[in-house]
């Protein structure tokens, strides 16, 4: 009878594990419409409460919906705190704990109001009447008064037809806020007792991130007083008492940017975020941990040594510590840096931590895993533990990629980092069709993160690939700056040492090629296929190639003058950098255009060169526009329509799945 049941066992136990296996599926276009994400954690005063933002899509109206949820400590109990179709987000915890805060346009609300609703339970109440726009508020210590930052109302006169746009700034364009007006943000104090509010700041000056002094006489915040703040990033850290009319003592004096300030807890310092370059245009940068006295003088670089990019600064209960995150080749992890400098790590390993609060000596952070997408954790003795589980559900039934990292050599001798997105089901030794899918910015990275577009592509059957090209960061000042005034060439050396390690490591089908990725990512797939025919397929996401026509008509003119010079009196930067346009009978990849309409980023100007020049050679190529979309593509519908078409794109050109047609109604 026991060899019987062992028998049984022996065929059973691999039928139930193939069960388990099979029980799981692909990921799906569709899926984003499932996706939920966590933001905005906040830790109660009493440590045993963690406030959040949950934001889920209503697939019936297209859109997104965000809700303030709570989840205790332990991760016992989760209780949805919001339920209104409107939209609630910043949720803040009253300092004595017997409140939480959020805004919303809810109820019919004109813009975004500050709510204050008694934890317990019970309705929300209104507090604000805000004619401006609300970007920014925080508690005063002893729970009294709010300090609110918004910006200047917009003209409402009403006329028959709509009044001109009058332009009169040196930077006219911004993605998103559009033609910009001579629109400021200010600091006001409200009182919550009376809901009276009064002025702190006026003038022709921006003034953001205010800080509490821990006694709550005086706020620390971050503004830009040049005699042209368009023409330049150089804000500072600013001090004033919290009480109209007061003097403004500026604090920090150097040329590059000062931001984020955080009081230390016994009132002596104020940490904050300082440039490692004194530019004018600061593109190719790390943040550097900086503390100075509440008296000025001369400030103190902590981090500077470590030479990487810091930020989410969080001072620790005794005054003599800070929490920061550290961007740090493909990882972002939590270190604990002294006020001499010394840092150690607090928890890491090939993860993604996106977010950092503390509160009554307990820590929570956002993190997310190639397989897991951010989830809200408690981080102890060195270790992540999870609090939020069930919003997601559904990703345990997912069948996703394996990720791991490499390095590869360019031709020149530079070492790049890497990771390797591999399609479940993947063999050993089986060549695979792969698409390099390469990362914006240019100063960012690829991280041990979940990554939503990689995924879907190797959902499709693809090796994924993204590359940390020089110009991204996490490696380094040099590595981040190597690419200055020189777009479009060490980026593609670096990418094509990728495909040559994946090919010669026999990973990569050399006739399967493709390249795609969004805005500076798209940007470099012009560069790449315009330098080399290897590509089978492309998609060019918000790109573009003949940089000569973006000046004046973009977001970036502060970088074109102070890293290219103005056209006039450097063309020949200018068309040198516009090579994939200009050489555009050079190139042979079918290409895929996808931008959106509104985008002032990288308008879609862009797009619609390369498309035409494409269309000019009889280059197969597509130009797909999203209409009303900014830089980011942010309607559920349109997110879903991208991946579809970025997996029937590859697929027509690269194989592996059956081509499908690109103008189907969806």
Sequence with gaps: MKKILLLILAFALPVFLFAQSAAKRKLQPNDVYKLKTVSSAQLSPDGNWVAYVLTSVDSAKDKRNSDVWMVRWDGQETVQLTHTPDGESSPQWSPDGKYLSFTSSRQGAKGSQVWLMDRRGGEAKKMTALK???????????????????????????????????????????????????????????DIATQKIDTLTKGNFNETSPAWSPDGTSLAFVSNRTADPDKNENTDIWMMEAKKGAAIKQLTSWSGYDNSPQWSPDGKYIAYMQSTMPDNYIMYDQSILTIVTREGGAPKLLTKAMDRPVSNAIWANDSQSIFVLVTDDRQRYIANVSLTGQATTTAGGNRSFTSLERNNNRIVSIMSEPQLPGEIYAIENGSPRRLTFHHNEFVSGIEFATVEGFTSTSKDGTKVSNLLFKPAGATAGQKLPTVFFIHGGPTAQDEF??????????????????????????????????IYADWGNKEVVDIHGAVDHLVKEGIADPDRL?????????????????????????????????????????????????????????????????????????????????????????????????????????????????????????????????????????????????????????
């Design 132 to 190: 401006g726009d609300l970007s920014d508020y925080k508690w005063s210590p002893d729970g009294k008064k709010m300090v609110l930052v918004v910006q200047d109302p917009p003209d409402t006169s009403k006329t028959k037809t709509q009044n001109p746009i009058v332009i009169d700034r040196y930077q006219f364009k911004q993605d998103m806020e559009g033609y910009r007006m001579k629109r400021f943000t200010h600091l006001y104090i409200f």
């Design 449 to 482: 993160g979940f990554d939503l577009s990689r995924q879907m592509l190797a959902a499709a059957g693809y090796a994924v690939v993204g590359v940390n090209y020089r110009g991204s960061n996490g490696r380094g000042m040099d590595f981040c700056k190597a």
């Design 514 to 666: 493709g390249i795609g990725g969004w805005s500076y990512g798209g940007i470099l797939t012009n560069y790449s296929i315009a330098t080399d025919t290897r590509f089978k397929a492309a998609a060019s996401g918000a790109g573009s190639a003949l940089q000569l026509s973006l000046y004046g008509s973009d977001q970036y003119i502060l970088q074109y003058e102070n890293e290219l010079g103005v056209p006039w009196k450097n063309l020949d930067k200018y068309l040198k950098l516009s090579y994939p346009f200009l050489k555009a009978d050079k190139i042979k990849t079918p290409t895929l255009y996808i931008v959106g309409e509104k985008d002032f980023n990288v308008p879609v100007i862009g797009s619609e060169q390369m498309y035409q020049a494409l269309r000019s050679q009889n280059i197969p190529t597509g130009l797909v526009i999203y209409p009303g979309q900014f830089h980011g593509i942010t309607t559920p519908s349109y997110q879903k329509d991208r991946f579809e078409r970025y997996v029937e794109w590859f697929g027509k050109y690269l194989g592996g799945i059956p081509p499908a047609k690109l103008d189907k109604k969806r």
